[in-house]
Each structure stands twice: as structure tokens, then as C-alpha cells.
């Protein structure tokens, strides 16, 4: 109940943890698309056949121009959309799933897949995906990114539909995302002094997530609904399961201290005002 | 929050479940001791060496006697106490773990540890602690169960105090339990046609289950509260503690509909009337 409740229903002051092993190999590949729909449907194939790779991300020919101008790892610059893929665990295996894994991305058209060759490669690889977000810089004076999720079988439709979105707000927007588990971060590219772009952004935004909404998805993936994206809880869900999640804060949080304006709409059953929500468009 | 609440905030109607592989290999171990203090003694030495066995159960004399009668094993029946032992997962490092568990039970006075030869073996250890308590009907009529816990290095402190209210109130208990766990089942005979044993079992009962909160323990390790030991809830925790868990049950179960008598003592605030308890001696 305390994950996923943003800080309203309790202070955490001890956590246990269980330590797990390193895992005692990795394949780290790289599989290199022509588009966005292939790379998509390569995912699709690799989590259909019962593969759980421990990272599957995507990023898209915007973000990698970027990427590859900050890091210079050497990707390729025409490749509309690539797939860093890492299989880890027992070593005994790993061969035979690093080579599914590369049949499930050639079967659907890409036109090369390398493997990192060693751990200085492999570090290489993730330092570039880790740090897409910084590289941004180099793209727009200001990004506003999105943290959308829908069932993976959606993923090559809400990718269409984004550049869709982007184009009728006049809004570019690169994507880099934790495909394997649905969840899409695009990066709308705007600069902040402008009002005009602001407001573009702002509505591309809202009907982006609208949209995973509509696919069955949520409005959130792994960084909470906060202040932000309150307008959007009375979408997700019915009057009834709103008002059961006020009783459960009401039972943790009875004087209403603990963050009261985050993450539920209204909280009049406790005696808490909230306030409304102050947007931010610039990260 | 579901799991324990004792159907008090929802009913389940889908779990998911993890399937877990079978372990590749067993050491099942029957130690033989003369005192149960030197069995409680070789248990605290096993888990304070990090060793968590799958599975270390006790059974002292009593019990041993009508399971013998019963299943026909071939225990030493002047055994003060055994320890059923059982090492399971990877072959590799089994062996080792085996010998470390014999010797610490050696170091502790056992004068003898069997291994299981074969599964037949292991299956038949088994079901005679499975069934160790359908084989209580050759002690007496009736019998009363009890499931406290308490921290481990508290064993053999238990199990002398309940040898103590035992005689205290004339009446005899034997123990089979989960020594791995801290968590006891003493079993107390009595005929329940007589009014004066039912009342001294009772009163046992209770002293044992007030000896595990003063050690640190709980009156329950794995079957719950009900409506048999609603009495001991004050005792185990404070009006605010308690307050929390009925704000807790109202959040889940605001007309008061599941499991309205069971687990809180009072739920004055949801509405609820609580009648008092059955108590039942006889299971």
C-alpha cells in the first residue's frame, strides 16, 4: 500500500532490503531499425516469446543524432529507431537467448544487431542511454517529457500517434523509452520563453496522455501523478475507486499532513483544501 | 494489507502467483536428543550460523510416543526431543550444509542424527510430522492447540515455562512445532466432558499465550486472531495501534459487511456491534 502512495500516506524511516547476487553474465546488443514500426514489433516478439530481457529501451532517430554528437559511440545517424537489448543471469543459456533475441529483431527488419563486445563497450552503451536526457541540451533550449505507459502490444501504435500529436501542435518530439515494460518517455522539444510553444507543448502533452489512456494505459509509469497530473485521475478512474483511495489515505493519514496536495484530486472527506495544481512545462 | 487481515478488508477472487522449480536436492536430517533444552540449544546454534533450513521442526517425547504408535517409524521412544531437519536447493554445497547442521547439533548434546537414506524414507518422516496431530487421539479425548510465537533464542525459556503451567494446572501438553520460526503449537490434552479440565486448559492456554508476549512474541504465529484471541489484542498493542487498524478496516470496508466479529476487538467507529467472543476449547 506505502509504494506508489507519493509520500501521503506515511514517512518511511526503515527499509529492509534483500541483497540479490550479480547476475554471472550479460549480452548487451544493439539492434539497429529502419523504423520505429519494426523496432516496435521486434519488442512485440521478443516479450511474446517469453523472453524478459533485463532492459529493453528504444530510442528514436531524434534522440540518437543527439546522443551520438555528445558521446560519439558510433551509432549509425540514418537508423530510424535502435533497440538496446541486455539478457543477464547464469551464463549457462545466455548464448542460446542473445541468439532469439537476434533472430526476433532481424525477422523484423533490422538491418544489423551487434553485441557489445566487451565491458567497456557494454558501459559505453548504457552511459549513452543513461545520460539521452542530457544530450536533450543539444536539441531545444527546453524539453517537457512525458512518463505515458500502455500494453506493449500498443507501443508502434501510440509511437505513430505521437508524431501525429507533435505535428498538429507543431511540437517535435524524439522518444526514448523502457520498451520492454510499455512505458514511453517522449521528449517534447520547445523553448520555454516563447508562451506560444509553451501552450503547444502543454496540449500536445495532455493528448498524449489521453491517448495512452485510451489504449488501455495510464498516465503514469514510474514517476507519479503528483501535482501535475491530477486533472487526469478522474479519467483513470470512477468516482467509487477514487473515494475508496481517499478512506485508505484517511485511515494512514487522518490530520491530513502528509503531502495533502499531491496525488488525489480532492480530499474533502478529511478537511484538507487543495489547492489547484500548479503546471510546470520546462524539467 | 490483505494478507492477514482475515477477510476484515476484502474478499480475493484472482491471485497471481509465481511458479517456483522444484530444488534440485534434499538432506533430510532426524536429530535425537536427550534434553529439549539441548534440541531448542542446537536449533539457536543452526539458525545463528545463517543456515535457514527449508524446513526444522521439534517434537518432544510426548508426541514422539503417539506418533511411533501410530506410523510405526522406528523412533527412539526414550528420545527426549527430535529435530526434523531438511536442507533443500542446488546439490552443489547440500553436502556441506548436512554436515554443518550434524555437527551442530552434536555440539549440542544430540546422541545421534539420522539421514533419511532414500525419499521413501524422507516421505515417511514426513507424513509422521504431517500427521502428528491425528495421532493425538492416543494421548486423549480432546485436545487444545496453540499457535504463539516468540524470538528463537527464547525456545527453550518456552518450552520450560510450559512444562511449569502445565503442572501448575494439571495438565499434561506434548509440542510438535516449527523451531526454525520461533513459532509453537503446545497441545494441550484433556477430556472436554469434564467442566474442571475444560477450565484449567483454558486458563493454561492463556498463561502460555501471555508468557509469548512477554518474551517479545505474539499470540499467533501463522493462524490468526479470530474471535478466539480477540481478548489478547489490547495486550499486544496500544489504543493508538489499534485505532490505526480499525481507520484501516473502515478505508477497505466502510459498511462493515466482512468478517464483522473477527481480529479488532471493537469497531465502535464503522458501526459495527461486537458480540463477544465464543470461546472454544476443543478443535
Known sequence: VIVGSEGTLAVVTKVWVRLT???????????????VDDATNAISAIIGAGIVPAALEMMDQGILVAIEAAFKFGFPLDAQA??????????????EQRDQIIAFCLQNGACEVRQAKDAKERHLLWKCRKQAFGAVGRLSPSYCTQDGVVPRTKLPYILRRITDIGRKHDIRIVNVFHAGDGNIHPILLFDERDAGQVRRVLAASDEI????????GSVTGEHGIGVEKL??????????????????????????????????????????????PRRRAAV
Chains 1, 2 share one sequence.
Do not use: V
Open 21 to 35: 547476487a550479480d547476475p554471472q553474465g550479460y549480452r548487451t546488443l544493439l539492434g539497429i531499425f529502419n523504423s
Open 82 to 95: 535502435i533497440l538496446l537489448i541486455e539478457a543477464d543471469g547464469l551464463e549457462a543459456g545466455l548464448d
Open 209 to 216: 496522455l489521453d491517448e495512452c489512456i485510451a489504449c488501455g
Open 231 to 276: 486533472h487526469f485521475m478522474h479519467k483513470l478512474f470512477t468516482t467509487d475507486d477514487l473515494a475508496a483511495m481517499e478512506r485508505l489515505r484517511i485511515a494512514f493519514n487522518p490530520t491530513g499532513r502528509l503531502s495533502p496536495s499531491k496525488m488525489l484530486p480532492t480530499s474533502a472527506g478529511c478537511g484538507i483544501e487543495i489547492k489547484a
